[in-house]
């Protein structure tokens, strides 16, 4: 079978599903503790989170410890209109500070716009990575249309199961953004 963005989508919604629940909160949480150990981690004043999908790398604990150590916090509001990501200020997880945006997407009940530029690191999602921090998405490119026009001070981390995590992803093209790092276990 030939390796194309599609089926490598699909090959990883089912890894990702079948992947046991315990593992996924064990791995999410090595991957946490990978994040907290790095410098700009620590120097980080403002960071862009994303509100996991049940089976993607939990991002819950990583946002409640980072609230505690005085970050802003900010996670993605989709605009389905404008076809993008609006960083929005979170200050709490609290489900009633919650809503169901896109895709079933959690976003803050009250969206507060923050400046793209005041991000200090970006925590990006995806569906496969490569060992260079080629990325592959869901197949709608929010995140390679937010992050080309981010500064380049902005430093880029994407988050992944190890089975996520492939030598080369090999159909990369221009208009996506390579992550600077793969956090991964
Ligand atoms: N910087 C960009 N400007 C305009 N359109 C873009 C940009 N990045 C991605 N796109 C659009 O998004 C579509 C999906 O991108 P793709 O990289 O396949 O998805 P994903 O990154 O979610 O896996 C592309 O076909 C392209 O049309
Ligand atoms: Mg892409």
Redesign the pocket.
């Known amino acids: 079978m030939v390796l194309t963005?599609e089926n490598l989508?699909k090959l990883m919604l089912e890894k990702l599903e079948k992947q046991r629940e315990e593992l996924r909160k064990k791995r999410s949480l090595s991957i946490k503790d990978k994040l907290f150990r790095l410098k700009v981690f620590k120097e980080a004043k403002t960071i862009l989170f994303y509100l996991a999908l049940k089976p993607e790398v939990q991002t819950r604990t990583m946002i409640e410890e980072a609230l505690k150590l005085g970050k802003k916090i900010a996670v993605p509001a989709c605009d389905i209109k404008a076809k993008e990501i609006k960083p929005c200020l979170l200050r709490t997880l609290e489900n009633r500070h919650l809503k169901e945006g896109a895709c079933g997407i959690s976003e803050p009940f009250l969206i507060r716009p923050i400046d793209p530029a005041k991000i200090d690191l970006c925590i990006v999602p995806?569906?496969a990575f490569d060992l260079s921090g080629n990325?592959?998405?869901?197949?709608?490119?929010?995140?390679?249309?937010f992050l080309?026009r981010l500064p380049e001070s902005a430093h880029k981390i994407g988050l992944a199961f190890k089975f996520q995590v492939l030598k080369r992803l090999p159909f990369?093209?221009p208009?996506?953004?390579r992550v600077d790092k793969v956090l991964f276990a």
Do not use: W
């Open positions: 963005k989508r995806g569906l990325r592959l998405g869901r197949g709608l490119g929010y995140y390679d249309r080309s990369c093209l208009h996506d953004v």
